[in-house]
C-alpha cells in the first residue's frame, strides 16, 4: 500500500472557541462535510466516517513539559519515545542527542532499505541550501532523516519541472517572496490534485507544512484561519484525485500551538490523526496508534515493511 504523510507543524485539537482556536473560526466545508457536520476540534475525535477518520493522538509521551519540534517531528519518523529516552522535549532543530535517531531508524531510511521508493515532496529554494551548507541553517528533523537516508531534497529545479510542490502548496510564497515571477502557480485544488499526482509516484511519500507553526507563534488568527480555509481547497483537490485503493492518506502533527492563539507557546493538546482511505484499512492503521509512538509503525505495517 502507498502511503502519503502530511505532516501539519503544530497542530493540535483545541477547544470549540472561535476566539482563539482557528479551527473553530475558519471556513473549511470539504473537510467538516468528510467530519460528519464537525470542525477538527477535541470534541470531534473519535469519528468515522465513510472516507475520513479522526483520532486523538498524544503529544506529550509522559514527560513533563511542553512537546517540541524535533523530538516530535523524531518520534513521528521513528516509533521511538525519545523525549522519555533522553529526559525531554528539545527544539526547534535537533541537537546531536536527537539527530543520533535520525539515522537509519526513520521510515524513510527502512523504505528504501525494504527496496521500496520513498520522497519529500517540498521543493527548496537555492537560498535554503546556501545556508545549509554555510552553517547558518540547520536541518530540521524531517530533511535530515531524508538525506541521512540518501534521499535527496528537491530543489527549484525540481518545482519547475514538476516533480516537487512549494510549501504553501500552490507557489505563491515563491512568487511573492523571493520574486520568482516564472514559478508554476496553482489554485488550490489544482494544487491538491499535483500532490496526488506526486504522492501516487512513491510507496512512501511525506509533504512539511510548516506554516501553521508559525502562524501559532505569531498569534495571527488571520493568517491561522486563512491557511485552515486554503489547505481545505487543497485536501478537496487531492483526495477528488485519490482513490481509496491508491492508499492510505494520514494527516497529523508533532505539537500543539495553532489550535490556541491565546498563548505563543506550544501546547499540551493532543494532536489530530486524520486517515483518508477504505474503511477497512483504516481500521487496521490505528489500532495501536495512541501517541506519537505508534504513527510510524502503522505506516510500515502497512507498506509490509
Keep these: 500500500m502507498k502511503v502519503l504523510f502530511l505532516f501539519l507543524d503544530g497542530i493540535g ?3 470549540n472557541d472561535a476566539e482563539k482556536n482557528p479551527f473553530a ?46 523530538t516530535g517531528q523524531a518520534v513521528l519518523l521513528t516509533g521511538i ?29 527502512k523504505t528504501v532499505k525494504a527496496g521500496k521508493t520513498a520522497a519529500l515532496l517540498n521543493a527548496y529554494p537555492a537560498r535554503y541550501f546556501e545556508a545549509i551548507d554555510s552553517g547558518k541553517r540547520l536541518y530540521s528533523s524531517i530533511p535530515l532523516a531524508l538525506t541521512n537516508a540518501g534521499l535527496p531534497l528537491f530543489t527549484q529545479d525540481d518545482l519547475y519541472a514538476g516533480r516537487a510542490l512549494s510549501a504553501d502548496f500552490t507557489g505563491k510564497g515563491w512568487r511573492e517572496f523571493m520574486k520568482l515571477d516564472d514559478s508554476p502557480l496553482f489554485e488550490l485544488e489544482e494544487a491538491g490534485a499535483k500532490l496526488a499526482e506526486l504522492a501516487k509516484r512513491y510507496d512512501f511519500s511525506f509533504f512539511e507544512y510548516w506554516a501553521s507553526d508559525y502562524a501559532g507563534h505569531k498569534q495571527d488568527m488571520d493568517s491561522a484561519a486563512r491557511q485552515l480555509e486554503n489547505f481545505d481547497g487543497v485536501l478537496k483537490g487531492l483526495l477528488a484525485n485519490w482513490r481509496d485503493d491508491d492508499g492510505m492518506i494520514l494527516l497529523t502533527s508533532d505539537h500543539g500551538n495553532m489550535e490556541d492563539l491565546s498563548t505563543r507557546k506550544h501546547t499540551s493538546a493532543p494532536v489530530p490523526l486524520l486517515l483518508f482511505g477504505d474503511k477497512t484499512s483504516r481500521r487496521k492503521f490505528q489500532t495501536d496508534v495512541k501517541d506519537l509512538t505508534g504513527v510510524a509503525p502503522a505506516i510500515l505495517k502497512s507498506m509490509k515493511i
Design 13 to 15: 485539537l483545541g477547544e
Design 81 to 109: 519515545n525519545i523525549p522519555a529516552e533522553l529526559g525531554y522535549h528539545y527544539g526547534p532543530k535537533p541537537n546531536p542527542q536527537v539527530a543520533q535517531y535520525l539515522d537509519g531508524k526513520t521510515v524513510f531510511a
Design 25 to 70: 473560526r475558519a471556513a473549511m466545508p470539504y473537510l467538516n462535510s468528510l467530519l460528519g457536520g464537525q470542525n477538527m476540534i477535541r470534541d470531534a475525535a473519535p469519528f468515522e466516517g465513510e472516507r475520513a477518520t479522526l483520532l486523538s493522538i498524544d503529544a506529550s509521551l509522559g514527560v513533563q513539559g511542553l512537546p517540541q519540534s524535533a
